[in-house]
């Protein structure tokens, strides 16, 4: 009962890992997670689409460090107690190159109250426990935390979301073109002009600002596209950025009108009407200049 045990469960070197295969719980559909070139792809049908970097980074860090505090059972009759059997368990398999470095059944969680609680006192924690198996191992150890929620997920939950992240401070220099035409933003001495016009600060702060940090889960197929040339984009330049981030929007069928593509995640499709995405990004001239002048009898 007092013998040491192991409590390193996986032994990677997270910056060699090139696959992370999951098998969620009751035999859920796998989902692969690839490297290539140091970018990571999310495997979905025959289609290989972005991963979230944030997430990879999240998985890496938890196998990396994750400790088992205790042996909770030594008996393969109580894995399905803890859920760590074939098919309660979510299956997680990591490889470096060809080399299997992990291979881990995630089970179920527990909590605990703390003892002796002092509603008073906010910094007094539920401790959280997982169980976990190891690949040909018959025992069942605790861990610290709620493992198996980080992994158990579906294939689409792992791409990534991002359709613009940049510091609008580097910005100075924007194009939006619709069928209409086209219009400019430029920053000159850190005052935002529309085509030469004085724009309302306030409401072009707030639209950039908007657009800073934008995300939409809801990806689209390619096929739902009606037209190959985008109708509406939106191109963000700056001296000090890099490469401009360029936004675009193909017609699409009636249920979502456009979809929304980024020169930040290539391949990926976002519905334009969910959310109210279209209309969040391709503002008309007038709604910068009509600001202005609702506000002039202010000024």
């Known amino acids: ?71 909770a059972s030594n008996s393969k009759d109580q894995w399905k107690t803890y859920e760590v059997d074939d098919t309660s368990a979510t299956h997680i398999l990591v490889n470096e190159g060809k080399k299997l470095t992990g291979d881990l059944y995630l089970g179920k969680f527990s909590y605990q109250q703390p003892k002796n609680r002092n509603p008073y006192n906010y910094q007094q924690q539920v401790k ?46 924007l194009v939006v073109k619709n069928p209409a035409g086209s219009f400019e933003f430029s920053k000159i001495n850190d005052r935002w002009m529309i085509d030469g016009e004085s724009a309302d600060s306030a409401t072009v702060t707030a639209y ?34 890099g490469a401009p981030i360029k936004i675009n929007a193909f017609p699409a069928d009636t249920t979502i009108h456009y979809a929304i593509t980024s020169s930040l995640n290539e391949g990926s499709y976002f519905s334009g009407n969910e959310n109210g995405l ?10 910068f200049l009509s600001a202005k002048e609702s506000t002039s009898g202010i000024e």
């Open 1 to 71: 009962r007092n013998r040491s045990f192991e409590s390193e469960l996986t032994r990677i070197d997270t910056s060699a890992v090139t696959r992370i295969s999951i098998l969620p719980r009751n035999n859920g559909e796998m989902v692969n997670l690839i490297k290539k070139n140091k970018q990571w792809y999310v495997g979905q049908g025959q289609h290989e689409y972005n991963a979230d970097p944030s997430a990879i980074k999240s998985m890496l860090t938890t196998l990396s460090s994750m400790r088992a505090t205790r042996i």
């Open 128 to 173: 959280m426990t997982s169980y976990v198996r190891k690949g040909g191992d018959k025992k069942v150890y605790a861990v610290d935390g709620m493992i198996a929620m980080t992994f158990n997920r579906e294939a689409s939950d792992f791409r990534n979301r991002a359709l613009i992240r940049s510091d609008i401070r580097k910005w100075d220099h």
């Open 208 to 241: 950039l600002t908007s657009l800073a940090w934008l995300n939409s889960s809801a990806f689209i197929d390619g096929s739902m596209l009606t037209s190959q040339t985008p109708s509406h984009s939106l191109t963000i330049d700056g001296e000090n950025m």
């Open 278 to 287: 279209f209309d969040k990004i391709f503002k008309q001239k007038d709604y």
